[in-house]
């Protein structure tokens, strides 16, 4: 033993796998009844999109590599390009990403660092600034 202790990743630090089961299902239940958001899932289950999201999160804070394994680089603003993404959307988006953030009830220091950078993908997705 080298006495050199590793810090585990966000993905542990949060709980894993479950933590980010809940944080997208608790955010889709939102998308699921919005009225500009939910066109732009046009999977009749919303089933795809949530297990998409599940993996690129997971792999994004230090969990497992699947979603590049399954889809290749993440490309988030070629892979949203066909959608309007105005800052209506983004707003929704946020709105219903916070409840799910507010949802899993994580350390201060965990939700701050999470919520940054789910406000910093939300703004970069914007495409237009048509209604």
């Known amino acids: 033993m080298n006495g050199v202790t ?3 990743s966000f993905f542990e630090a949060v709980g894993g ?3 980010f089961v ?5 955010f889709y239940d939102g998308v699921a009844d919005d009225p500009v958001l939910r066109p732009m899932y046009p999977e009749e289950d919303l089933g795809p999109a949530k297990e998409r999201l599940t993996l690129f999160l997971e792999q994004y804070w230090g969990g497992p590599g699947t979603y590049s394994a399954q889809r290749g680089h993440p490309r988030l ?3 949203h390009a066909p959608f309007k993404v ?3 959307a983004r707003d929704r988006w946020l709105a219903h990403m916070r ?3 507010d949802s899993l ?3 201060p220091i965990h939700e701050s660092q999470l919520w940054d950078y789910l406000e910093r993908a939300a703004f970069s997705m914007i495409n237009t600034f048509e209604d």
């Open 99 to 101: 409840t799910a953030v």
């Open 6 to 8: 590793q810090e585990p």
């Open 86 to 88: 105005n800052p209506d």
């Open 105 to 107: 009830g994580l350390a």
């Open 77 to 79: 603003r070629m892979r």
């Open 22 to 26: 809940r944080l997208v299902d608790a």
């Open 17 to 19: 796998h479950d933590t």
